[in-house]
């Protein structure tokens, strides 16, 4: 398919084990953003890449997020010891510089932390 | 600091009637987007409309409309003709700058619920 593509779908792992989420934008997207999404909230920014650089990470939680692109395509967005406070929907989102800008969303990652 | 508040968690609307969703937002910045969009309950985020700072007009897309009031601060979305699809969590967003990517933050949220 031509849509931004995450995986895993569903994530489920222990306290304190290092996780990585997986996002594959649309081509041709030079725009990449992360965002968490708790349920019944609205999407949390965390970080967002122009091109290979990071241009915003201002959203991450702290030290243990850490999120890499490294040929300005495919994202992975990498979480250290993980905590129960981690578990969440984790959205991925993509988009064009020219229109709108409009996100192009993937279907995200749902992490939970046991 | 942008922010996006939307003070409306539920509304439950009649079929066939129209619908506002309330957003207002806080920017220095005078160069703007505003956004909405759709979430249902399998999850997918789907764009309904875009409003830019400087668009002289309200945008409209099908039965989508965003009133747009810049000296207020206020970007509702408007639905008219409400259907049981329309069901569903609505996101008003910002991106401050206009032209190339920038931070897009989001409000919490209204859940619409439509009365058959």
């Known amino acids: 398919g031509a849509g931004v593509s995450q995986t895993p779908s569903n994530k489920v792992t222990e306290k304190g084990k290092y996780v990585e989420l997986r996002c594959d934008p649309i081509?041709?997207?030079?725009?990449l953003y992360w965002y968490r999404q708790s349920l019944g909230q609205g999407p949390e920014f965390l970080i967002y890449?122009?091109?290979?650089?990071?241009?915003?990470d201002s959203g991450l939680p702290n030290d243990r997020f850490f999120a890499v692109r490294p040929e300005g395509s495919v994202s992975t967005l990498k979480i250290q010891r993980t905590e129960r406070g981690d578990s969440a929907v984790y959205l991925c989102?993509?988009?064009?510089?020219?229109?709108?800008?409009?996100?192009?969303f993937g279907e995200g990652s749902r992490l939970t932390v046991l | 600091a942008q922010k996006i508040t939307q003070t409306q968690p539920g509304m439950f609307v009649q079929e066939k009637e129209a619908v506002t969703l309330d957003c207002t937002y806080d920017t220095s910045d005078p160069s703007y987007g505003l956004f909405w969009y759709k979430q249902p309950s399998s999850g997918e985020m789907i764009f309904l409309i875009y409003?830019?700072?400087?668009?002289?007009q309200n945008a409209t897309e099908g039965r989508y409309s965003l009133n747009f009031q810049k000296a207020r601060k206020s970007a509702n979305l408007v639905i008219s003709a409400s259907q049981l699809g329309d069901s569903a969590m609505y996101f008003c967003a910002m991106r401050e700058g206009l032209g190339s990517a920038s931070k897009i933050i989001f409000g919490s949220g209204t859940r619409l619920s439509i009365r058959p």
């Open positions: 989102a993509s988009s064009p510089l020219a229109g709108t800008g409009e996100l192009f």
């Open positions: 890449f122009q091109g290979t650089g990071a241009a915003d």
């Open positions: 409003q830019g700072s400087y668009d002289q």
């Open positions: 081509s041709g997207h030079t725009a």
